[in-house]
């Protein structure tokens, strides 16, 4: 078990009018390793549970164990979490500020008080990681490549610093198509080769479904579901009544066996309708 | 710290200073500024807190929200507080090495720190009862008549009201930037002066550069929208000055007048 919450309680401006409860009493384990789709409603509390896990916001009340580092506890060095705990904000690309790519990436290894050899080197690992490369983009500003560029140096520079959980909000929103497939192949790339475990923030199901072993499902505050992708893709309607959805192929699986097909309606990619579809239909040739 | 700032701030309401034509309001806040310097007495001051007293009953104004916002401003209260006691010659009450305390410097001392915090009390009971476009509007409104010397009126209330919008914005970027940063190991809190300084590099670099781009955006979307000025522009609510306003404009320049005369009794 990585990351242990209990009893995890928020409320923003307590004590004034504008009182609002964020997190309710939540309480969920997550295994190392794992590859956790977040997904809810926008408002559903999503970004406030993240930034607890990295010691950005304080609880109200409850307890996050984050590799058996009590990190509600005020005892507890921040830069201990934050080497534990990886955050990639949504649009990371706003955050950039310095003149080289080189020392964008650098900032975060640098406050964790490395040496210059092993910054560098961890600098030329997390570019050549998000598809970068390091010896014609390491000198260039950060502020004259391209938006998707951008955006996969402010990643690196998130991963340069070796977190054991990583946490991304949203890393593809506003990108083009062929940006959000790159940038999740890079993520799952990072995930396969790292061993570390991955939260990711998403509204698309679609991603979500290709890319995590297991799913959390946000309603106002509470964490409502909590299991495998496939066993949570399973609960259309239950999802639908929150105003969340199921991948457009698991819908089209549904609907072919509504209509009398012998089908599999779990299938979560293309390539899983794919097989079904070619077994089925080969079986009903033959038949 | 970022949330006590109320200076500025509208506190919104349906009272009839809420609802009284803010040029009346802003006139009598200037009034209410020079009056405030014009006396030199304590006892004026005594229907001055009187008056904001009843504006704050009127306009329902949640005391501990006023008191918030002196929070900000305490430390240059205090300095004028301890110069003044320091630095004012006359009649020595004890002294301890080379200070000395007057009894002038208590009486000066109190006298100022007094004035200060009725004059950012009351000049804060404008922003807290106007919202910023009805504010603007009377700016814009007031200083009409100076566009025969070539002032920029409508331009200038455009700005301003420009200005207040985005304040709610930037503060929420500025808390985001500062989360990543935070994230990736920035600490905005430890260290000595340079050290601090130094640190909000990673803070400030973003945020310039986002305030740049969206005001890029906001003047193309003006653009496409044929936003071109002043000239022949038309208004949603237009300010109208009845009955009830000029009443009370009348009533509050005898009272502000009557204060101002005390310094001549």
């Known amino acids: 078990m990585i990351i242990n919450i209990e009893n995890l309680n928020f409320i923003y401006n307590i004590g004034t009018p504008f009182e609002k409860k964020a997190l309710d009493d939540i309480s969920i384990s997550i295994e ?14 999503k970004s406030t549970l993240v930034q607890h896990l990295n010691g950005l916001i304080k609880p109200t009340s409850g307890k996050i164990i984050v590799d058996g580092v009590d990190i509600t506890n005020p005892e507890t060095k921040m830069k201990e979490i934050r080497k534990k705990v990886g955050l990639v904000f949504q649009y990371p690309e706003h955050q950039l500020f310095e003149e080289t790519i080189y020392k964008d990436i650098a900032f975060g290894p640098k406050n964790l008080g490395l040496t210059e050899e ?14 970068l490369d390091y010896d014609t983009l390491k000198d ?7 938006g998707g560029q951008k955006r996969r140096v402010a990643i690196a520079g998130v991963i340069a610093m070796k977190p054991k959980v990583l946490i991304l909000d949203e890393p593809t929103a506003g990108l083009d198509p062929k940006g959000r497939d790159d940038i999740l192949d890079e993520i799952k790339k990072l995930y396969e080769r790292e061993n570390i475990t991955i939260i990711l923030v998403s509204h698309s199901m679609e991603d979500i479904a290709r890319l995590a072993n297991s799913i959390l499902v946000m309603h106002k505050g ?48 293309i390539e899983e309708a794919k097989e079904e579809l070619t077994k089925y239909l080969r079986g009903t040739k033959n038949a | 710290m970022l949330k006590d700032i109320t200076v500025g701030q509208y506190f919104p309401g349906d009272t009839l200073v809420h609802k009284l034509d803010p040029r009346v309001k802003i006139i009598s806040s200037i009034l209410f500024i020079i009056a405030l310097f014009f006396v030199k007495d304590f006892y004026p001051y ?17 005391i501990k929200f006023i008191i918030k916002g002196l929070k900000p401003l305490m430390f240059i209260i205090i300095i004028t507080f301890i110069i003044n006691l320091l630095f004012t010659k006359g009649e020595v009450l004890f002294s301890l090495g080379p200070i000395s305390i007057t009894k002038e410097g208590i009486i000066q001392s109190v006298f100022m720190a007094l004035r200060l915090i009725l004059l950012i009390v009351g000049t804060s009971l404008l922003t807290l009862t106007t919202s910023p476009i009805a504010l603007t509007d009377g700016i814009e409104s007031l200083l009409s008549p100076f566009r025969k010397i070539g002032l920029p009126s409508h331009e200038l ?17 500025t808390d985001k930037i500062m989360k990543a940063q935070m994230a990736r190991g920035a600490d905005f809190e430890s260290g000595n002066i340079l050290n601090r300084a130094k640190s909000l590099v990673p803070l400030l670099v973003p945020l310039f550069i986002n305030a740049f781009r969206r005001a890029d955006e906001l003047a193309t979307a003006m653009e496409a929208r044929c936003y071109r000025g002043g000239e022949g522009r038309t208004r949603l609510n237009e300010l109208k000055f009845d009955k009830k ?3 009370i404009l009348l009533s509050l320049i005898v009272f502000f007048g009557f204060i101002m005369s005390t310094r001549y009794w």
């Open chain 1, 32 to 45: 190392e390793g794992d590859f956790v789709g977040l997904i809810g409603h926008t408002g559903s509390g």
């Open chain 1, 118 to 131: 092993e910054i560098e080197l961890r600098v030329r690992d997390a570019m050549e990681l998000v598809g």
């Open chain 1, 140 to 146: 260039r500003s950060p502020f004259e490549i391209s």
């Open chain 1, 222 to 269: 509470k964490v409502i579901m909590h299991d495998k992708t496939r066993e949570i893709f399973k609960s259309a309607d239950l999802l639908e009544d929150i105003g969340l959805d199921i991948p457009q192929v698991t819908k089209f699986m549904k609907e072919l066996k509504k209509r009398g097909h012998k089908v599999r309606e779990d299938c979560l990619t």
């Open chain 2, 46 to 62: 005594i229907f001055i807190v009187l008056f904001i007293a009843t504006v704050v009953k009127t306009a329902k104004l949640p």
């Open chain 2, 157 to 173: 209330a455009m700005m301003m009201t420009i200005a207040l919008r985005f304040i709610p914005t930037l503060l929420e970027e």
């Open chain 2, 245 to 247: 306003d000029s009443l």
